[in-house]
């Protein structure tokens, strides 16, 4: 195979899910930068999205679970991606709005030991919750046919990388687009620098009179919400499980802010984008060392530069 | 063995002590020693003798990970299985060893298991049923990482273990065990039946690459489509690349295959992976350049990508579609069921059911050594694939194997997604005891040698 077509298709596979983990990085990066607060729960909050959206994409037949038993057999609306797209950010940022008052809030000032017990906690009732509700049954993507009246179903011919599915070239553009909303948000807003000083010192942004509770809340919602848009997007292309969150979403995110830096959105990004490119790279050269490969990278990473790409201070410092 | 009859296992131990709670094991060698007071005409062994009026059967599916959803249906068969040995019904009508009233006199109770497609769970959820629940027959799969695993496990125990999905030559090869049976065909098999017709089809002398599971079946799987895609259709294998099973994003190693080179893909996946593989290669258009062949069909990897398995070939255990009367009637009672066709999971698990029950009828006895003794060798037309043997050499299935073909998604039904286009006859099919996987076969010992 030609080198500037294995490379052309190692950019853009890598693309595509670096921005999966940047978006799960990115969440979980300014809830642990801002309120100290680890939160284990993450890969849930993926789930409830890649769930949402599976509900709100479409009506849905169920073989099992407590739904299923209680004579419903079928869940969704019917509503398409776009309704998706819509829905899906609210529900999470709705969700990590509870979490935060009723999950976060009561340990912010515990040990870590106590933030991770109950996060993990909560990330297997969620799974269990949903496997019992739903069903633990595996449902198809969600990709759809047409979205903006383009068909998105059949590949485009790219050059130099040929066929590439449509859906992906898709999705690689609609995540650099929140990632870039995010990013500014963040650098350009009052709200975006209240969260940047409190990811320095949040006890100063206190007594200077920064009502930063309310801030806690609102970064917790949109961490939130960028985990379960980024579920959404999972969903978009691969199957739906309750082991999803845990799976390939929780560990991925985690990675993601060892490489680019804890408290960092940049560092996420880029932790995120190299992630993704070191596994494309391995898997399409030599498939048997990605793994080993990227845990070797984050390894490496925490030797000799454990503050990350981009961040303020080690890990867990 | 002497070994058997005369000491204490350690289940015995472990089933005393518990009843016994603090009373000390001085006071239990009495009462283990004679083979646990039950009706017995043969020594202690495994689960033997089964006391009370309920014999256990335990089923140990994969209700959650890659395989759950198959698992599931697993379950529907099992369940339809015990209802029927119990109540009669379905094959226990049919079926001149069953009565339809128990097994042996005793009432077929079940428990179940969640293998989470992990063989060390696998393992410990047996266990469970061996020790805690006294199962006189374990049986399950998906994965046959998982059904290699139990089965040795049963081995150990000396209680029976009933194949159900697990289709990697080396469950009745190199890993094949006394005390397990499989009539599922194999990877062997499914090159044998599968290469004459895609090479008829599609042509000799072509370029084939293949993706495949890493782990037992997926490495035997493609070591298969290697061995009978070069023989029969004289073709050339560009490269075969490993992928770790769980592997929900492929679009990696599919940019990696060369679409000017290659003529058919093999995608060696099953269950959630295959959910995954198979929609993401058509996904990525590589059906416009080259063949894509799926060896082993399930419903799930069908229903993942209905809209595109049209003209895709494989092959698959069984299908609701066989127009015999084993089948039907299976598919008659599982209907009034659960308002649906079974998958082939459900036949088999279902079948393995039965056919342990009538073993143990035929032998008179739940003695694990005479319930096996009854089953090798035996030759049966009435589970839904004509002529079968469970031969004695390895305990594997002789039996004819499906070719199927994805119909256009114009011609699907919810329960028809594939067309049977050949039953290759078991004649054709297999491998003599001292040849390909049976040649690495030691099956070890009964446990009353």
Known sequence: ?317 | MARETTALSRRDVLKASGAAGAAGLTGLAGCAGGGGGGDSEYPSLGNYPVEGDEVVFGFNVPQSGSYSQEGADELRGYNLAVDHLNNGGGWADTWSDLSGDGVLGKTVTSVEGDTATNPDTARQSAQRMIDRDNAVMISGGSSSAVAIAVQGLCQEEKVQFQCCVTHSNDTTGPECVRYSFREMFNAYMTGQALAPVLSEEYGEDLNFYQLYADYSWGQTQQASMEKFFTEVGNWSQLESVATPLGTSDYSSYLSDVPRDETDVLVLNHYGLDAANSLPQALEAGLDQDMEIVVPLYNRLMAEAAADSIGGIFGTVDWSWQLDNSPSQAFVEEYRAEHDRAPSYAARIAYTQTMQYAAAAERAGTFYPPEVIRAMEGYEYDNAGLGSETLRKCDHQGQRDVLVTRGLPSGEQTEDRLLEVVNQTSRDKLGYACDAGPAAECELGEYGDE
Request: avoid cysteine; aromatic fraction near 10%.
């Open chain 1, 1 to 317: 195979m030609p080198l500037q077509l294995d490379i052309a298709s190692i950019l853009l596979n890598g693309l595509q899910q670096g921005a999966i983990y940047a978006l799960l990085g990115i969440g979980l990066t300014i809830i642990l930068g801002t309120m100290e607060f680890l939160n284990l729960a993450h890969g849930a909050l993926y789930l409830v999205g890649a769930y949402t959206g599976l509900i709100v994409f479409q009506e849905t037949a169920l073989t099992n679970g407590l739904l299923y038993s209680s004579g419903i057999t079928t869940i969704g609306f019917e509503g398409g991606f776009l309704a998706a797209l819509i829905v899906v950010p609210i529900v999470g940022f709705g969700v990590g709005l509870l979490m935060e008052r009723f999950v976060a809030e009561p340990f912010y000032d515990r040990p870590e030991t106590d933030q991770l017990l109950v996060t993990f906690g909560l990330a297997l009732i969620v799974e269990e919750t949903i496997k019992n509700v739903i069903g633990g049954n595996t449902f198809q993507s969600i990709a759809p046919q047409t979205i903006f009246g383009v068909n998105v179903s059949q590949p485009v011919n790219l050059p130099v990388v040929g066929l590439f599915p449509s859906w992906r070239l898709f999705i690689i553009v609609i995540a650099f687009v929140v990632i870039a909303a995010t990013w500014l948000a963040i650098e350009r807003t009052d709200f975006g620098l209240v969260v940047q000083a409190g990811t320095h010192d949040s006890e100063m942004v206190r007594i200077l009179g920064i009502p930063i509770n309310r801030s806690y809340s609102l970064v917790f919602a949109l961490g939130a919400a960028l985990a379960a848009f980024a579920g959404l997007i999972g969903a978009s292309i691969q199957t739906l499980s309750p082991q999803i969150g845990t799976d390939q979403a929780l560990l991925p995110a985690f990675l993601t802010i060892v490489v680019g830096g804890a408290g960092s959105v940049r560092g996420a990004i880029a932790g995120g984008l190299v992630l993704g490119l070191i596994i494309s790279a391995m898997t399409q050269t030599y498939s048997q060392w990605a793994q080993i490969v990227l845990y070797l990278f984050v390894a490496l990473m925490l030797v000799f530069r454990p503050e990350g790409l981009f961040g303020s201070g080690e890990v867990g410092e």
